[in-house]
């Protein structure tokens, strides 16, 4: 009867874990890779993403492809405030987040604002501080 017990319980056990939901190929990071310059640099005028590799094409770059630091960033990335109406980044680096069907999205950071999926959020010091690491 205990070999009975313990059979029905790994097979509850496997049965559960199969269940699992699958992770969308398209929310699954591979990957990211920071392109920055130095975040205190000042410029006479406001760099717009678009903008960021003329002005700054020797730019530095730190690649994080384990998951620990990958989900560091992404924790930075998911509990962001949004910006006050009007502001908008002074870019002085890019954050482009590799997905398992390598489609990418392209974070632009300024000291203050960044800009995300079209949405300007409040830089958390958090993902300034992993920057300059």
């Known amino acids: 009867m205990r070999k009975l017990n313990i059979v029905v319980g790994?097979?509850?056990i496997i049965t559960l874990s199969a269940c699992k939901p699958k992770?969308?190929?398209?929310?699954?990071?591979?990957s990211i890779q920071?392109?920055?310059?130095?975040l205190g640099r000042e410029t006479q005028f406001r760099i717009?993403?678009?903008?960021?590799?003329?002005?700054?094409?020797?730019?530095k770059v730190k690649n994080f492809t384990k998951s620990?630091?990958?989900?560091?960033?992404?924790?930075l990335l998911t509990a962001m405030?949004?910006?006050?109406?009007?502001?908008?980044?002074?870019?002085r680096g890019k954050?482009?987040?590799?997905?398992?069907?390598?489609?990418?999205?392209?974070v632009c950071v300024g000291v203050k604002a960044l800009d995300y999926k079209g949405t300007t959020y409040e830089t958390p010091q958090g993902l300034l501080a992993l920057i300059q690491k």
């Open 23 to 30: 992770p969308n190929p398209a929310e699954v990071v591979k």
């Open 10 to 12: 790994l097979l509850a």
């Open 68 to 75: 620990p630091g990958i989900d560091s960033v992404m924790q």
């Open 95 to 106: 954050i482009y987040i590799t997905h398992a069907n390598n489609a990418t999205d392209t």
């Open 81 to 91: 405030k949004l910006a006050g109406e009007g502001i908008q980044p002074d870019v």
């Open 48 to 59: 717009p993403c678009d903008k960021f590799d003329y002005y700054f094409p020797e730019g």
């Open 34 to 38: 920071f392109k920055f310059t130095e």
